[in-house]
Nanobody, 129 residues
Framework: QLDLVESGGGLVQPGGSLRLSCAASQFTLDYYSVGWFRQTPGKEREGISC????????IYADSVKGRFTISRDNNKNTVYLQMNSLRPEDTAVYYC??????????????????????WGQGTQVTVSS
């Protein structure tokens, strides 16, 4: 089992933006759906968004809908999470995860985190003035 690598986290003021990246270091993401999660100490890990292997379908949690955008560039073997209008409550460690799904048309929903095959180490996002 191989991990993913997240990058792009940091400190940002409320209302600001960040773009997170998720890259597979030793395998192709072409046949994986990818999800973004976040976790704050003392809270259960929260699913934020997920994207189909082709990038044709995206799903968002209500907490980020309208503010975050998930996308992917399979030529770069990378998935992105554009985060706009950030709020202090968005502060968390953000993780990406990959779920093998060879048939892109079978993508229908974000699966529970326990079903993902590969995970990154996380990147810290802090929203504070």
């Amino acid at each position: 089992q191989l991990d993913l690598v997240e990058s792009g986290g940091g400190l940002v003021q409320p209302g600001g933006s960040l773009r997170l990246s998720c890259a597979a270091s030793q395998f192709t993401l072409d046949y994986y759906s990818v999800g973004w999660f976040r976790q704050t100490p003392g809270k259960e890990r929260e699913g934020i968004s997920c994207i189909s292997p082709s990038g044709g379908s995206t799903i968002y949690a209500d907490s980020v809908k309208g503010r975050f955008t998930i996308s992917r560039d399979n030529n770069k073997n990378t998935v992105y999470l554009q985060m706009n209008s950030l709020r202090p409550e968005d502060t968390a460690v953000y993780y990406c995860a990959a779920d093998l799904l060879i048939d892109d048309q079978l993508f229908s929903t974000c699966v529970p985190d326990s079903e993902y095959d590969y995970w990154g180490q996380g990147t810290q996002v802090t929203v504070s003035s």
